[in-house]
């Protein structure tokens, strides 16, 4: 299986937000890591930008009530989406 994280976690991309990029064996692996995670980003009342191709799911997340820019919400919801990975992937 060549499942890995395929960035360095979380850099602050050319946008001014929180960005991680995530590779998964197949698109069944990436849609369920995304269903748990809608499921952690529901529970924070916190919500990402994300986009999902084929194995490849790149999440943005920044706050939009404090004028786009970075707060401890998007730190905290970004330690806990890769916990979950983590938790998920332990090898990874």
Known sequence: MYLRS???PWIINPE???FRE???PNF???MAFMVQA???ME???HHAEWSNVYNRL???LCTHDAGNSITDKD???AAAIEQLFHSLYPAS
């Open 6 to 8: 395929f960035m360095q």
């Open 16 to 18: 001014g937000k929180l």
């Open 22 to 24: 995530y590779r998964f």
């Open 28 to 30: 069944s692996a990436c």
């Open 38 to 40: 809608g499921f952690l």
């Open 43 to 45: 529970k924070m009342n």
């Open 58 to 60: 790149e999440i943005q």
């Open 75 to 77: 730190h905290q919801l």
